[in-house]
């Protein structure tokens, strides 16, 4: 590829300012948005709660509702504690399927956390709510996937939702506003054997 001259180059941005300066003044729809974070690749929870800390640094209430996870304290909810004010964090579930191995435990503990992420979609006060992990127990068949959608369509318009975890059902995605699958390059758990470790997994 040939290397532009600067007027090129300056030519060139200017056009792409032009074109970017269009696309901003052509979208005026303003609404709560339904985000899902899927796939194979980690990073899934850890998106969500990026957003969960820019929208507490703009003053929003944010509710956080982890399914399957919870039989151990996560880091996240140590370091978020200092919204308290502004942030509920519901960490529900009692650990991972394999762990727990009680399927109708399992099941009961995920309808919980799904009836208290409801009533939190249902309070026009919370501007976002996360939905930790709601994707796994829709395809551990912890939950209906109709049920869900039929929750989700009772959100006060300016909400935004997001639901994170592997296996989003078709459903799910069809409603969704916005999707991002995370896949999987390399990970050092499974090519070089090594463990979890604190900041990075947890």
Known sequence: MSQLTPEQYKEKMQR??????????ERSQDKGLIIVHTGDGKGKTTAA?????????HGFRVAIIQFIKGAWEPAEKAIL?????????????EGFTWETQ??????????????????????SEYQLILL???????????????DIVAGLAQK????HVILTGRGAPPELIEVADL?????????????????AQPGIEY
Do not use: C
Request: glycine share 6%; proline share 2%.
């Open 16 to 25: 792409r300012k032009e074109i970017q300066e269009q696309r901003l003044n």
């Open 156 to 159: 006060p318009e300016q909400t």
């Open 179 to 195: 999707v991002t699958e995370m896949k999987l390059i390399k990970h050092p758990f499974r090519e070089q054997k090594i463990k």
């Open 132 to 146: 930790d992990e709601i994707n796994v127990a829709l395809k551990l068949g912890y939950l209906e996937a109709q």
């Open 81 to 93: 504690s200092q919204w308290s004010e502004q942030l509920e964090f519901q960490a529900m579930g």
């Open 49 to 57: 709660l990026g957003m969960v800390v820019r929208s507490l640094g």
């Open 102 to 123: 009680d399927r109708d435990r399992d099941i009961q503990k995920a309808q919980e956390a799904w009836q208290k992420g409801l009533s939190y979609l249902k309070n």
